[in-house]
T-cell receptor, first 113, second 114 residues
């Protein structure tokens, strides 16, 4: 049973617009959430994280929102750029970053010029 | 430059053969991890190690073995018992302890069967 779900396998967005990537989880004990970006044949690159004591974390063009009651988090990228085209993975753990990460299956983002 | 180095980038295995994937980090990280990625799938944890000379099985450890004799090295052996070894293998490391430190990844090794 998948504990972390990314229900959209792909997303296409116009350059300059907002990209919103969604992630749902089932384990209410998860308390640390991360987003990674991955290009083909490369390792994932850490983008941004959020702990369960917050509902928003921002870093430049990237903002992560956490809705604990809905067990839902989202990554907003504003403005989207062609270089953002990649697969984005959502991950979660319990016990903070010392816990093992559970990954979603990823969403492939395409940003069109 | 500090980072995580995985080698080789591509590896081919014959039937019945064991192969070893290398992972080295110079970040002085305590914890190290091995993941497997299959097409259209997320990353699944094979083994992890939080300190030298200690390691734990992850979700899909069958057919794999590891060692952690040095802090900077965490090699993964794919044994002949692993019947479906074709995948992209990723190594990661993290500072152990501290407040919410993310895992950082190497660039992976793609293993294929001849």
């Amino acid at each position: 049973d998948q504990q972390v779900k990314q229900n959209s396998p792909s997303l296409s967005v116009q350059e300059g617009r907002i990209s919103i990537l969604n992630c749902d989880y089932t384990n209410s004990m998860f308390d640390y959430f991360l987003w990674y970006k991955k290009y083909p044949a490369e390792g994932p690159t850490f983008l941004i994280s959020i702990s369960s004591i917050k509902d928003k974390n921002e870093d430049g063009r990237f903002t992560v929102f956490l809705n604990k009651s809905a067990k839902h988090l989202s990554l907003h990228i504003v403005p989207s750029q062609p270089g953002d085209s990649a697969v984005y993975f959502c991950a979660a753990s319990e016990g903070g970053s010392q816990g093992n990460l559970i990954f979603g299956k990823g969403t492939k983002l395409s940003v069109k010029p | 430059d500090g980072g995580i180095t995985q080698s080789p980038k591509y590896l081919f295995r014959k039937e019945g053969q064991n192969v070893t994937l290398s992972c080295e980090q110079n970040l002085n990280h305590d914890a190290m991890y091995w993941y497997r990625q299959d097409p259209g799938q997320g990353l699944r944890l094979i083994y992890y190690s939080q300190i030298v000379n200690d390691f734990q099985k992850g979700d899909i450890a069958e057919g794999y073995s590891v060692s952690r004799e040095k802090k900077e090295s965490f090699p993964l052996t794919v044994t002949s018992a692993q019947k479906n070894p074709t995948a992209f293998y990723l190594c990661a490391s993290r500072v152990y302890g501290g407040s919410n430190q993310p895992q950082h990844f190497g660039d992976g090794t793609r293993l294929s069967i001849l």
